[in-house]
C-alpha cells in the first residue's frame, strides 16, 4: 500500500503497513513489548497491553502507539519494528478480532542495542497456528505469575542458556506392539519454570509444553508418526530416567503441560495416560483445554485459569 492510501472509509489497512512519515523512536514500553515477543513469539495486543498495564492509563493509546510500531518506517533501526503476521486474516470475521503481532527485523535491531542484551527471537517451526498457540500458552502463564507475589516465571531462554542446551534431546523407546526400538528426539514445543516463594525459602518447578490442536492421532499403527501414544514413551523415559536433569542442568522436578483446544479430546487424552501406566498413576502429566484454538480459531485474551492447573 502507498503512502496515504486508503480504503473507501478513510482507513489504512490492517494488512499492509503505510508510513504517514513520522519520526518513531523505541521507548522504554515498546522495549518491553518487543522483549516479550522475542521470548513467547507473536502476541495479540491483550497480552502485550497487560504487559505494559502500569505504564498507560488508555488502552486505546496504547493500541494506537502499536498501530505506528507497525506503520511508521522512519525509525533510527531502518524500518517499522512491528509485523501483523498474515495467518491471523484467514479467519471469519477477522477485521473485529484483536491484532496479533511479531518482530520486524528493527525490533531486533533495537533490542540488541540494549546494554548486555543478546535478544533473538524464538526459533519457531510448523504451522503458524500451533506456534501462536504456543506464545499464547506461555504468555499467560507469565501473565498469571505477574498477579501472583509468591510467584517468578522462568523464561525459556533462560533456562537453555544456563545449560547450554537446545530444545532438542534424543529418546530411546520401545514400540509396545513390536517390541522394536526406536530413537526418536523429543523436542517439546517450549518449556519454562516457576519458582515459588515462601517464609521457608524458593522452591522451583519446571514445565514441558505441549500444544494439541488435534492435528495428530492419539494412537498409531505407524510408530514414526508422532502421536499421543509416543508422547508418552518419550516423555516417560525423558521424566522418569532423569533424562531432563542431564539435558537442562536442572534438579527440581519437572511436568508436562498438554493445552488442547477440544473438551472430547482432553478425555480421550487423559484416558490413554490412565491406561498408559495403569494402577501406578502419573503426576506429573497435566490437562488443559482452550477452545479458542479450535476448528474456529478465535484470538484470544490471556487465559488466566491456565496457571491454576500448574499447582
Given at each position: 500500500m502507498s503512502q496515504g492510501e486508503r480504503d473507501l472509509l478513510g482507513r489504512r489497512s490492517r494488512l499492509s503497513a503505510?508510513?504517514?512519515?513520522?519520526?518513531?523512536?523505541p521507548t522504554t514500553r515498546d522495549l518491553l513489548w518487543f522483549f516479550k515477543i522475542a521470548e513467547h513469539g507473536p502476541l495479540p495486543s491483550s497480552f502485550l497491553l497487560e504487559y505494559s498495564r502500569s505504564s498507560h492509563k488508555s488502552d486505546k493509546r496504547a493500541k494506537e502507539r502499536l498501530t505506528d510500531l507497525f506503520n511508521e518506517d522512519n525509525t533510527p533501526h531502518g524500518g517499522p519494528y512491528l509485523i501483523r503476521p498474515p495467518q491471523q486474516f484467514r479467519t471469519i470475521d477477522s477485521?473485529?478480532?484483536q491484532l496479533v503481532y511479531d518482530l520486524a527485523p528493527a525490533a531486533l535491531r533495537a533490542l540488541l542495542d540494549q546494554e548486555g542484551s543478546e535478544a533473538t527471537k524464538r526459533a519457531r517451526s510448523g504451522p503458524w497456528l500451533h506456534s501462536f498457540m504456543v506464545s499464547c500458552i506461555t504468555s499467560s502463564i507469565e501473565l498469571?505469575?505477574?498477579?501472583?507475589?509468591?510467584?517468578?516465571?522462568?523464561?525459556?531462554?533462560?533456562?537453555?542458556?544456563?545449560?547450554?542446551?537446545?530444545?532438542?534431546?534424543?529418546?530411546?523407546?520401545?514400540?509396545?506392539a513390536t517390541g522394536y526400538e526406536y530413537d526418536k528426539d523429543l523436542i517439546p514445543d517450549a518449556i519454562f519454570g516457576l519458582e515459588y516463594h515462601s517464609g521457608a525459602g524458593s522452591r522451583f518447578r519446571f514445565f514441558a509444553v505441549e500444544a494439541d490442536r488435534a492435528t495428530e492421532p492419539a494412537t498409531s499403527s505407524?510408530?514414526?508418526?508422532?502421536?499421543?501414544?509416543?508422547?508418552?514413551?518419550q516423555y516417560q523415559q525423558y521424566i522418569e530416567h532423569g533424562l531432563y536433569k542431564q539435558h537442562l542442568s536442572l534438579t527440581a522436578?519437572?511436568?508436562?503441560?498438554?493445552?488442547?483446544?477440544?473438551?472430547?479430546?482432553?478425555?480421550?487424552?487423559?484416558?490413554l495416560t490412565g491406561q498408559h501406566f495403569s494402577a501406578a498413576g502419573c503426576?506429573?502429566?497435566?490437562?488443559?483445554?482452550?477452545?479458542?484454538?479450535?476448528?474456529?480459531?478465535?484470538?484470544?485474551?490471556?487465559?488466566r485459569p491456565l496457571i491454576n492447573c500448574l499447582g
Open positions: 503505510s508510513s504517514t512519515g513520522k519520526r518513531v523512536s477485521r473485529y478480532n498469571g505469575c505477574l498477579e501472583c507475589e509468591n510467584l517468578t516465571y522462568i523464561p525459556q531462554s533462560s533456562i537453555l542458556a544456563r545449560a547450554g542446551a537446545e530444545l532438542r534431546y534424543p529418546t530411546r523407546i520401545t514400540d509396545p505407524n510408530f514414526n508418526r508422532k502421536s499421543f501414544q509416543r508422547h508418552l514413551l522436578p519437572m511436568l508436562v503441560l498438554n493445552v488442547t483446544s477440544d473438551h472430547i479430546r482432553m478425555a480421550k487424552m487423559a484416558e503426576n506429573y502429566q497435566l490437562f488443559h483445554c482452550w477452545e479458542d484454538f479450535g476448528p474456529v480459531f478465535c484470538v484470544p485474551i490471556p487465559n
